[in-house]
């Protein structure tokens, strides 16, 4: 029977300190007058950044992940299975709705970024800043934990692609984890997003060009 957990990213909200993010905020203040900001860049899904140094490339990138993780909400679902499903011995758990609303995206030292979420958990409902490492392939971010341990609640590692509006990865806690994906959609169009899968409306494929 598979003990239900919440995924890695409830459980860092939860737990990570406010005296670690002050000292990578002061760091990311002095950047960000280098730094290209969110509204510096506005591309479509599956558009490259456009630059003519590596530098100036990562600049871009840079600017497109902090406008993609700029009032957003993660919509999607999770899944979890035991120390035999990490085996590969037991199945995944049925998937499980989840839901976070991310406020903003900062760059502190090296790889390492303050992303700002409103959590949302029993009679909770507070703004809070964690601290990730964000790593690339290529022109994709990925949100890294690596065996961080959180107060009260266990150790955690996870990775999340971040992708053309879209996320999927995989977490980890102690002899548990699994896997998450969904949609990253503009809190501005989540209710209208809302209402359309009440409706059930069916999404179906673009025609086959005609030969």
């Given amino acids: 029977m598979f003990i239900q957990f919440r995924p890695f ?25 280098t730094q290209p900001t969110a509204q510096d860049v506005r591309m479509a899904p599956g558009d490259s950044p456009k630059a003519s140094t590596p530098a100036d490339k990562r600049k871009a990138l840079e600017a497109k992940f902090k406008s993609t993780l700029t009032d957003v909400v993660f919509r999607g679902s999770w899944q979890m299975t035991n120390a035999e499903g990490l085996q590969g011995k037991a199945p995944l758990s049925p998937p499980h709705t989840e839901r976070y609303t991310i406020k903003g995206v900062s760059k502190g030292l090296d790889d390492n970024w303050i992303i700002t979420a409103r959590v949302q958990f029993a009679d909770r409902d507070v703004e809070l800043p964690f601290n990730v490492r964000v790593v690339w392939a290529e022109d994709v971010p990925i949100i890294t934990l690596d065996k961080t341990e959180l107060p009260l609640l266990g150790t955690y590692s996870a990775r999340v692609m971040i992708h053309d509006g879209f996320y999927a990865g995989t977490w980890f806690g102690t002899n548990y984890g699994g896997v998450l994906q969904g949609q990253i959609i503009k809190a501005a169009d989540e209710k209208r997003i809302e209402e359309m899968a009440e409706k059930a409306n069916e999404i179906t494929l673009p025609p086959k060009p005609s030969k």
């Fill in 9 to 33: 990213i409830l459980a860092a909200l939860a737990a990570i300190g406010s005296l670690v993010i002050a000292a990578v905020t002061s760091t990311a203040n002095e950047q960000s007058a």
